[in-house]
């Protein structure tokens, strides 16, 4: 059966850099018959080229002009129109011949995993499949060691949200401004030292606290993968990232 990769992720993150980036580091690299599918109705220019591009069926500019709406009702809006055509867009791939497929999805996360069309379609799609989604948190907007804790927590309630196993990664790796960074991702005593010497305290430090027990048992399974767009960095390493995490689903064995 073949693999449904979601790219997850905040606004501007790089979601639809790193489809087009993994989609040919696959193709040239892992040999698989490899498809980019873009349910972005709001994109503009896609540097990748989509098996199904949403954008062929309606675009968010259409939408906010028909519909009379603002950029946040017709993003809604498009994800109701989005879950309408999903048995089309399903069935349309059932019928495709490839191995994986690296699915970019809209500009928005909230819009994506936290209104109910989006888990609705990402279930639709795991009938093609075994699904995993990869939580881009953009290196470069991470400034102290608590925004790491604080985007890793949106990642589990994506997770959650979604119903897919979620691998983490870091974007933009090559323009991340922390110093320390990559020790963060790796050494547990290190992140919790550091969120610890953080200036300020009070509820929300403690908040922060809580989450890291959390984010403990996570990195135990899975630290996460370091990836730019830019300089191809990290790609091997996140595929095989997405194949343990989908062994441990029971998924691929
Ligand atoms: N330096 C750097 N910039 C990136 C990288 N990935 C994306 N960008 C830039 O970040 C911006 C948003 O990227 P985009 O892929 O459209 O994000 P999306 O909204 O999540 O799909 C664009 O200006 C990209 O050129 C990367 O790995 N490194
Ligand atoms: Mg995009």
């Known amino acids: 059966l073949p693999i449904q990769v979601f790219i997850l992720g905040m606004a501007g993150c790089g979601k639809t850099s790193l489809t087009a980036k993994f989609t040919s580091w696959l193709r040239e690299n892992v040999r698989l018959k490899v498809i980019a599918v873009n349910l972005d109705s ?52 059932a019928e495709a011949d490839y191995d994986i497929a690296i699915i970019d999805t809209p500009g928005q996360n909230e819009v994506f995993s936290f209104i109910p069309t989006g888990p609705r379609v990402v279930e639709a799609f795991t009938k093609l499949g ?25 990642s589990i309630a994506s997770q959650i949200r979604l119903g897919i196993p979620v691998v983490v990664a870091l974007s933009k790796i090559d323009k991340a401004i922390l110093s320390g960074l990559e020790k963060l991702l790796v050494d547990y005593n290190f992140l919790l030292s550091s969120v610890k010497n953080e200036a300020g305290g009070g509820l929300n430090k403690d908040f922060t606290l809580h989450l890291l027990r959390i984010y403990k048992n996570f990195m135990k399974v899975q630290k996460p993968v370091k990836t730019s767009a830019l300089t191809g ?3 091997e390493e996140l595929y095989d990232t997405i194949h343990e995490a989908l062994c441990e689903c029971g998924d691929l064995t």
């Open 130 to 154: 075994p699904s995993v989604g990869v939580f881009l948190i953009d290196a470069s907007t991470i400034s102290k060691p608590s925004d790491l804790v604080a985007c890793f927590s949106i």
């Open 42 to 93: 709001g994109a503009v220019n896609l540097p990748y080229e989509a098996y199904l591009d949403v954008r062929k069926f309606f675009t968010l500019e259409e939408l906010m002009l028909k519909e009379g709406l603002g950029p946040n009702g017709a993003m809604v809006y498009s994800m109701e129109i989005l879950e309408k055509m999903t048995p089309d867009i399903v069935k349309t791939l």
């Open 233 to 235: 960095e990290g790609l």
